[in-house]
């Protein structure tokens, strides 16, 4: 009997291990830990400096029209772990290069019953854990459709949280700050105030989603490579603070279409106890598959200027006339339509932008409203369908193309689908052709309205592919992508480095429809540029909109400084000065440092940061040994203390300090700002003030 005791406590030990696996990162940093209950549901939970941070946390999917769901009932049949190091050079970015570092375990199940095997994938970083499911080809699961996928995310307490409402269709929201017992009930609020939305629960939010410990560690939400899958949203248990995976549903209310072998998007997880490495880590696009462009030479930051803010402003329009010649008259049938004589998209309006960009070194000029079909758009049928080929009879696409080519600038093309996708798929090789035949390498896409075919939504799988379709189409003609109110970026543009810039969030525009939140530009870096650039559209000057339209009362919610200071904080390879050349002619000082500043950076310091009160960064533009910082502040005044370390040793430096004035303010002063010239080396210590919706910028140029 006492050998059977021993004999049954050996095997029961073995067992035990059997299911149960861990993970250390290569430092140690992390440990993860994988295990199946005892019914066969597999969990996974993550410690941080063996503190837990994710407490014991289910993972699965559960399958439509199938006896079966892939929840429970596994035995693990393999494991395998593996570690992984090098270090790849992005096309564009923060920095020159990336180290990408982690150690692997791979967990092989075995469904009882069904004899089905899926494989979890986990990867421990030093910033955090990357997993995802993967469907090998076997003889029992080769087709399927996804009802929900059920990952969890338990939190360990009542985090402080950075959120957005649970939504299809757009991410364009002011964050709201607050404890995650406390999102039903702010969240019922926005629902009421955006009637509509199709939000999917009042306990939903979108990721990335930014959170805080009460013993001040951060932690990051998020996805990567999301590629053929429904883009996940996180639905969260109020009571137990519990965060659910929710998939974006199509038309039918199905949430993926799978085939064998095939796998899921990454689920990310960041944490650490110092901001500023969530701002630095690059998981995210080392989750993602190496550049798959081959000749990148065509791909190239830009800087550039637009007949765009007019238009959002409402001081001109994207219609070449209020009439309806399309529907009415005949196809390209203008002789009989009148001119409204607010269309921005003329020749000597755009002459005059393109004029403005070359006399400051800007590299092109994005032209909105040129083409045929706003018309109808604004004022005839919300389902147009837009002509990607046609210009409005005032915009000669040659004639504009030659005379910018005169000037050593390009035009960015504008297409907007009105989100009728399938009309775009069916035009896209022959707008792509126009605009190589036309000098334009670049365009900014855009999805507004409900997508089309009806009931689809903006961020489901099927048009995800979509966008992934127009990027890839895109790389074949040589251009570049900014694509706006598409689905948020993941990290793809390692694999597709000529996805130059998106927008999935509340942009510059709601600057001009009723403002943004004065500290919104100090918690976007910590959510949504987690996954990829932001085409945010800085550098306003003028902030009372009623100046451009006396019928807008809008005010933007910044001051001078702070917008300069966006330029650096809120990266991007893709950055506009956004404002009219009449505002910039009115303080050319401070237009100079917009001038002055990179796109394209080797090296990147985060210097000071918190979510939701103030940013600080510090970057070396590549090529040279010039440096930019850059520093957004919210609503409550302070003062940085900046070292100069970063700078190299036996070198000497004129930094030239763009700062908010004493009184200035956001609302009350926000055009009040000074500059000062001074002498700095790597030992050099400044003490800095930034005014509430304020901050500063710093050019720091090596004296020769």
Not at 24 to 37: C, D, I, N, R, T
Not at 500 to 517: D, H
Request: charged share 25%; net charge neutral; glycine share 6%.
């Amino acid at each position: 009997m006492k050998n059977l005791f021993f004999a049954s406590l050996i095997l029961f030990a073995f067992s035990t291990v059997a299911k149960a696996q861990q993970l250390k990162s290569p430092e140690g940093k992390f440990v993860m830990e994988f295990s199946l209950q005892n019914d066969g549901t597999p969990t996974y939970n993550l410690k941080y400096k063996n503190k837990e941070v994710v407490k014991t946390s289910k993972l699965g999917l559960e399958l439509k029209d199938d006896k079966k769901s892939l929840l429970n009932d596994f035995t693990v049949v393999d494991t395998k772990t593996s570690t992984f190091d090098e270090t790849w050079k992005p096309v564009w970015g923060e920095v020159d290069h990336i180290r990408n570092h982690y150690n692997e375990l791979a967990v092989t199940l075995n469904q009882k019953g069904t004899d089905r095997q899926i494989i979890i994938r986990f990867r421990l970083f030093e910033d955090g854990l990357g997993f995802r499911y993967e469907f090998p080809a076997q003889k029992n699961l080769t087709y399927f459709v996804i009802k929900e996928e059920r990952s969890q995310f338990a939190m360990t307490g009542d985090h402080t949280a950075f959120w957005i409402p649970g939504d299809y269709d757009t991410q364009e929201y002011d964050y709201t700050k607050s404890k995650l017992s406390e999102i039903r009930g702010l969240s019922q609020k926005a629902y009421t105030a955006n009637v509509s939305q199709r939000s999917f629960s009042p306990t939903g939010v979108q990721t990335s989603l930014m959170l805080k410990t009460n013993d001040g560690i951060y932690i990051n939400l998020h996805e990567a490579a999301l590629i053929n899958y429904s883009c996940m949203h996180l639905n969260l248990d109020d009571k137990s603070f519990v965060f659910n995976s929710w998939l974006t549903p199509d038309a039918k209310g199905d949430k993926g279409y799978m085939q064998a072998p095939s796998h899921s998007p990454w689920r990310t997880i960041m944490v650490s106890d110092d901001a500023r490495e969530i701002l630095a880590s690059k998981m995210t696009y080392n989750l993602n598959d190496p550049s798959k462009i081959d000749d990148t030479s065509w791909i190239k930051p830009v800087k550039y200027v637009g007949v765009w803010w007019e238009m959002i402003t409402g001081k001109s329009s994207w219609s070449y006339t209020n009439d309806f010649p399309t529907v009415q008259l005949g196809v390209s049938d203008f002789s009989k339509a009148k001119p409204n004589g607010t269309h921005g998209a003329n020749n000597a309006n755009v002459k005059k932008y393109i004029d403005f960009a070359a006399a400051n070194g800007f590299d092109a000029v994005l032209v909105e409203g040129w083409n045929e079909g706003w018309e109808d758009w604004f004022g005839h049928s919300k389902d147009y369908v837009f002509d990607f080929l046609t210009p409005y009879p005032d915009f000669d696409v040659k004639g504009l193309h030659e005379y910018a080519k005169s000037k050593g600038v390009k035009i960015i093309m504008h297409h907007e689908t009105s989100g009728s996708v399938r009309n775009y798929e069916r035009h896209m090789d022959a707008a792509y052709k126009f605009m190589n035949d036309n000098g334009y390498d670049a365009v900014k896409s855009g999805y507004v309205g409900d997508i089309l075919p009806r009931g689809e939504n903006h961020y489901s799988q099927w048009i995800v592919n979509h966008y992934q379709y127009a990027i890839e189409k895109a790389a074949d003609y040589k251009i570049m992508v900014n694509a706006h109110e598409a689905v948020r970026p993941t990290g793809i543009a390692r694999t597709y480095p000529n996805l130059i810039g998106n927008e999935a969030a509340r942009g510059t525009e709601y600057q001009a429809f009723g403002g943004s939140k004065p500290n919104h530009v100090t918690v976007l870096p910590f959510t949504r540029l987690i996954g990829g650039p932001m085409d945010y559209t800085p550098g306003i000057f003028e902030m009372d909109i009623s100046k451009m339209n006396p019928d807008n009362k809008s005010h933007v919610n910044s001051t001078i400084c702070n917008q300069l200071a966006l330029y650096v904080t809120m990266y991007s390879p893709l950055q506009m000065a956004a404002d009219t050349p009449e505002n910039y002619n009115r303080f050319p000082d401070a237009f100079q440092f917009i001038k002055d500043v990179a796109v394209d950076w080797s090296e990147s310091k985060y210097i000071e940061a918190e979510p939701g009160d103030f940013i600080t960064v510090a970057r070396k533009a590549k090529g040279t040994n010039n440096w930019f910082i850059g520093n957004v502040n919210g609503e409550t005044p302070r003062t940085s203390n900046i070292d100069f370390s970063f700078l190299e040793k036996g070198k000497k430096y004129t930094a030239t300090i763009y700062a908010d004035a004493k009184d200035a303010h956001y609302k009350t002063n926000p055009q009040a700002y000074t500059i000062k010239k001074i002498a700095v080396t790597n030992k050099s210590k400044l003490s800095q003030f930034s005014a509430p919706g304020g901050g500063y910028a710093i050019s720091i140029i090596e004296n020769k």
